[in-house]
Every structure is written in structure tokens, then in C-alpha cells.
């Protein structure tokens, strides 16, 4: 007999072990109040949600796990019972009730419907109403298009009522109005003239439309059923991302009980040049301008330097790694010239990416020139010197060179 037990201990533990805890499932303590356990609900429920998943078996049963750790969680008794006695006793409950007429285990869809709106599918059939798109702009330098960041950013939008959970109602009843019957809408009679009438359907006055109505409107949204607050996302650029793209959240923006939410769609625009307050922003590169892939930037030489040669420099690029450039002794490099590096430019992003096309494009700098405002006079004297010494070696003469016609000095006498 006690090898018996043991055997159907063993049997039945990995059907036990196998059980999650509800509050895990929610990621919650056992000390979380009921705001907590709707907050973690309506995060888990739309990142499992299986039309945001689709075809992932283990989304699925993790939207189904989440529906039945809220549902029994959200209401103080189950949840009371499920502290005390476990699984086990919670399935003997809703047993009870089931059989009793009592309450019973929520449809994860419907569930979900209770809080998002317009059913229990993020998908819209024909006969859903769908909300309006909403669309706000995101500004992020331009080392984060060229390297890939996160961001986040906050929006105060339009929220289905944490408290009612959409009803509008204090204590959970809604009644269907007793004037219009639920339609919304009433039909009256007018007199159009002595012994002529005619039916005109109206908006209900008592329910305002909805066809529904309250007795104690909830606290929190005053039976609006919506409450406007703060909502935070995370935004990632990635890599290459060109300047105005738009990357959409499915159904994140206004929400009601009455329809789909719509889209939540973010425009990255790019910040204006300047320089980062800690030292591994501050970049030569955060002057760097773009064209597609692109990268252009200008970089300042003296007139020596331009001259003669012989100088280097060593330009940081946007993500900190470093670009060389230089000219060896006697090697001239006019004024407004542009040398091209080539892998330098922005990264190509991975949805435009082609077989046959490099990974970066191009970086162009172009030479700036300076001339100093002043010679001292040694110098100017040895720097002319020098001039003539070799314009007369090499037989320059600008004025040809250029093809300005000879100036002629007419004799007054």
C-alpha cells in the first residue's frame, strides 16, 4: 500500500510542479493590490495577445494563463480562497459556483474585450469600430540613427477606466435605459400642421445615445467610462533608419469600451547638431550631415597645412571610433576639395538592405581653407621672395593663366 502512494506521488508530481503560480504568471507579489494585478493583466495580455503572435502555440497558452491568473486574482474572494488552499481548492470553488448558477470562469477574449474595447481580437471584422490612429514625433540624434538606440517617451493619451474597468459604473451594474429600450435612440411625433404629424427619431435624453445607464457613476472617470493619462513606450531605432520613419504600435491609441483602439504611430525625426553633455557623446561627428546613407563633413586646414602637407588628423566618428586622415609633405590640397572615404557613411538599414550593396555608404569631407587675416612683416617680405623666385623659374604669369586681357595704360599726354 505505502509503495502504492509513493508510486502516484511520483506520478502526479510534474502535473503539480507544472502548475504556476498565479502570481508569477502576473508577475506580481502576494501583497499586490488590485491595481497592480489589472496593470500587469492589460501589460502581459496585449504583449501575448495571439493576433500579436500569430502561429506561436506557447503566446497563446501564456494570453490563456494570464486571462486565469486576473480572473482569479481580480476578485477578493477566489483570490482569497487561492491564498489559503491553492489550485486545488480555487478548482473546487468554481466548481461549485459553476454548478450553483454562481460565477464562472471568465473567455480570455472576453476578458480582454473588458478592458481594450470592440472584442476580444486585436483583428477588426467589418462590423467593429475601429478608433482613430494617433501620430506624435520622436527627435533622436544622429549618432543614434548611425549606431541604434532606445528611447522612452511618454504620451498622455485616452485609457479605458482602470477602476470601472470601462463600465462607468461605481459598483459594476449597468442597466439597459428604460426610455429608449437600448437603442440610443427615441421616435417622436411632430405636428407639421393642423391635423398633419410626422415621426422624427431623436437621441435618447435620458441615456444621452449609449442606451445604457448608471446609477453610481464611477468615482475615477465620473461614468465617462475613460480616463485620460500618461502612457510610456519604448521606442528602438535601429541602425540606418532613415530620417521620418514611422514605426506603428498596433492598437496603442485612444481606447474605448465602444470601439478597436487604433494604431499608435511614431515619426523619428532627427535632432539639430550639437554636442553631448557626457564625454563619449561629445563626438566630432555630431556635425556630421546626411543624405540617404551619405555622411558629409567638413574639415578645417590652415593655409601651411593646405599648402605643404604634412599633417593628420584623427576625426571620432559618431559611434566613437576613429577616422584618419592626413597628407604627406608637399602635398597640396585646395581650397573647397572633397576626398570621399569610402565605408564611412551611415549603416544601410536591414529592411532597404540589397545583396549587392555595401554594408555603409559614404563618408565626404570637404577642406576648408583658413588664410590669416595679417602677416607679420619678415614673413610677408620672405614669403614674396619666395613667390617671385619661383614664378620667374617657372614662367607664371596669373594674369594669362587666368585669361584676363591685358590692361593697356593709355598715355594722357
Known amino acids: ?82 491564498d489559503k488552499y491553492g489550485h486545488d481548492g480555487l478548482a473546487q470553488h468554481r466548481q461549485q459556483s459553476a454548478g450553483g448558477g454562481g460565477r464562472q470562469q ?21 462590423s467593429q469600430r475601429r478608433g482613430p490612429d494617433m501620430e506624435v514625433r520622436v527627435s533622436v540624434p544622429l549618432r543614434d540613427f548611425y549606431a541604434g538606440a532606445e528611447h522612452e517617451f511618454s ?4 485609457q479605458i477606466c482602470e477602476e470601472c474597468e470601462g463600465s462607468g459604473s461605481a459598483d459594476g451594474h449597468v442597466e439597459t435605459c428604460s426610455v429608449c429600450g ?22 435618447c435624453e435620458r441615456c444621452g445615445g449609449k442606451g445604457k445607464t448608471i446609477r453610481k457613476p464611477c468615482k ?12 510610456s513606450f519604448t521606442l528602438s531605432v535601429e541602425k540606418g533608419m532613415p530620417k521620418n520613419a514611422k514605426v506603428v504600435y498596433e492598437n496603442e491609441g485612444d481606447e474605448s469600451p465602444d470601439w478597436v483602439a487604433g494604431d499608435l504611430v ?37 593655409l601651411r597645412e ?9 576625426l571620432t566618428h559618431l559611434d566613437g571610433h576613429v577616422v584618419h586622415l592626413g597628407r604627406e609633405r608637399g602635398k ?23 545583396e549587392t550593396e555595401e554594408d555603409f555608404g559614404r563618408l565626404h569631407v570637404e577642406y576648408t581653407v583658413v588664410l590669416p587675416d595679417q602677416m607679420e612683416k619678415p614673413m610677408e617680405k620672405e614669403f614674396w621672395a619666395l613667390w617671385e623666385k619661383w614664378r620667374r623659374k617657372n614662367g607664371v604669369d596669373l594674369e594669362k593663366e587666368m585669361g584676363r586681357p591685358e590692361v593697356k595704360i593709355k598715355d594722357e599726354l
Open 1 to 82: 500500500m505505502l509503495f502504492l502512494s509513493t508510486f502516484l506521488l511520483l506520478a502526479l508530481l510534474p502535473l503539480i510542479l507544472c502548475v504556476e503560480d498565479f502570481y508569477d504568471i502576473l508577475g506580481i507579489s502576494k501583497s499586490a493590490s488590485e491595481r497592480d494585478i489589472k496593470k500587469a493583466y492589460r501589460t502581459l495580455s496585449k504583449r501575448y495577445h495571439p493576433d500579436k503572435n500569430p502561429n506561436d502555440e506557447t503566446a497563446k497558452q501564456k494570453f490563456v494563463s494570464i486571462a486565469d491568473a486576473y480572473d482569479a486574482l481580480s476578485d477578493p474572494t477566489s483570490r482569497s480562497i487561492y
Open 106 to 126: 471568465h473567455d480570455p477574449f472576453d476578458l480582454f474585450s473588458r478592458f481594450f474595447g470592440g472584442g476580444g481580437h486585436f483583428g477588426h471584422s467589418a
Open 155 to 158: 504620451i498622455e493619451k485616452q
Open 182 to 203: 437600448g437603442q440610443g435612440r427615441v421616435v417622436r411625433k411632430q405636428q407639421l400642421a393642423p391635423g398633419m404629424f410626422t415621426q422624427v427619431q431623436m437621441q
Open 220 to 231: 475615477v472617470c465620473g461614468g465617462s467610462k475613460v480616463v485620460r493619462k500618461a502612457s
Open 266 to 302: 511614431v515619426v523619428i525625426g532627427e535632432k539639430g547638431a550639437e554636442m553631448g553633455a557626457s564625454d563619449e557623446e561629445r563626438v566630432d561627428g555630431a556635425f556630421m550631415r546626411r543624405k540617404g546613407r551619405e555622411l558629409f563633413w567638413k574639415e578645417v586646414l590652415s
Open 306 to 314: 593646405a599648402w605643404m602637407g604634412g599633417w593628420t588628423r584623427n
Open 332 to 354: 597640396v590640397v585646395q581650397p573647397g576639395s572633397v576626398e570621399v572615404v569610402a565605408g564611412e557613411g551611415m549603416p544601410t538599414w536591414m529592411n532597404e538592405r540589397d
